[in-house]
């Protein structure tokens, strides 16, 4: 078994998933008839205190499907510098949507109120309309933003008649740091897109929760965009056990973590950025010249761990599922080894 820090989305399904998955009861879910999908939403509904939900393919695909959603083409969207609709979603906003995109200055997912509401366009016929609000929690870089930010800007969005999104990938881990239930986040915003396949090990899916009338918006674009499945109950099935059974241990993986970054930190050449350790990320730069990138990968690879180059400078070690203290200390072990043999060299 390989020692996976490259991300949580390598989690592996859990036996009972693959368990649950075997004997799921299906229908057709284009039809609405898909008994294991239905549960499934009515689930995520109860949980994050929504109206209405959606099953669909990624996150990718429930942050797509809720700016096609809520937006007109032309519409400007605003989002977090940094955030993943932004930097990781191919640019897909401007191909699916045809809206523009513009950033606004966020301070690891933070929101400067102000500096937000000088972006919201007035009505000058030069203008595009904006659309949409986009905010991100947890958020990539690390962090989690506490509820009295994300509320702040509900409260702009709703004065200003503008929706507000939520890329609550992972949002589970969010309420695990803040300590608050996940429902308290997800008041927060109008519609909420939420992963199962990260640290939740659901081997498929997202969740997009909002209002009746988002998700039957929601549910005509799902098709336009090929995300009409059919016996999807199979991949469901696994997801209320991602929402019932996996929720909980979470704590773990953040735990995991800041053990994660105090053995780094044993290392001189090693620095961790401890102000974006809210959740199960470890970023951190180490020195160039005591050891390559190239030469930590191979050395790592050989010993059975992955994990991925850095990028900006930084490396990034997500602690999951499958990964324990004693992986975390075969690591730490490996990596002392590479740079003794990498010195002498
Ligand atoms: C992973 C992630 C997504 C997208 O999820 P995929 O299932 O990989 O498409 C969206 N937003 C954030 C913040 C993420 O971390």
């Not at 998933?17 to 294991?36: H, I, S």
């Not at 947890?138 to 702040?152: C, F, I, Q």
Request: charged share 25%; proline share 2%; hydrophobic share 40%.
């Amino acid at each position: 078994m390989w020692i996976d820090l490259r991300s949580d989305t390598v989690t592996q399904p859990t036996e009972e998933m693959r368990q649950v998955m075997a004997n799921a009861e299906v229908g057709d879910d284009v039809y609405g008839d898909d008994p294991t999908v239905n549960r499934l939403e009515i689930l995520a509904c109860k949980m994050l205190g929504k109206e209405s939900a959606i099953f669909v393919p990624s996150g990718t695909f429930g942050n797509q499907l809720a700016i096609m959603s809520h937006t007109q083409r032309g519409d400007e969207i605003l989002v977090g510098e940094g955030c993943h609709i932004l930097m990781h979603e191919v640019g897909g906003a401007a191909v699916l949507s045809s809206v523009q995109t513009r950033s606004f200055p966020s301070d690891l997912g933070y929101v400067d109120i102000h500096q937000l509401e000088k972006m919201i366009r007035g009505k000058d016929i030069h203008f595009p309309n904006t659309g949409l609000i986009c905010i991100e929690n947890a958020h990539s870089s690390g962090t989690v933003v506490p509820l009295k930010n994300m509320l702040e800007v509900y409260e702009l969005a709703k004065s200003k008649h503008i929706p507000l999104h939520l890329d609550g990938a992972r949002i589970f881990n969010a309420s695990t740091a803040l300590g608050v239930d996940v429902k308290e986040i997800a008041a927060c915003a109008d519609s909420v897109n939420v992963c199962l396949s990260k640290g939740l090990c659901a081997p498929v899916g997202s969740i997009l929760v909002g209002n009746k009338e988002f998700i039957l918006k929601a549910r005509k674009n799902r098709k336009l965009m090929g995300g009409g499945l059919r016996q999807a109950g199979i991949l469901a099935a696994a997801g209320i056990v991602a929402l019932t059974k996996m929720v909980s241990r979470l704590g773990e993986d953040h735990k995991n973590a800041r053990y994660l970054a105090d053995r780094l930190e044993e290392f001189e050449s090693c620095h961790v950025h401890r102000n974006r350790l809210d959740i199960n990320m470890v970023f951190f730069t180490l020195t160039e010249s005591v050891i390559s990138e190239s030469t930590l990968i191979a050395g790592l690879n050989t010993e059975g761990i992955r994990i991925n180059g850095q990028e900006d400078g930084e490396y990034r070690f997500v602690t999951n599922h499958g990964v324990s203290i004693k992986d975390i200390d075969k690591v730490i072990e490996t990596i002392k080894n590479i740079i003794v043999n990498y010195s002498c060299a």
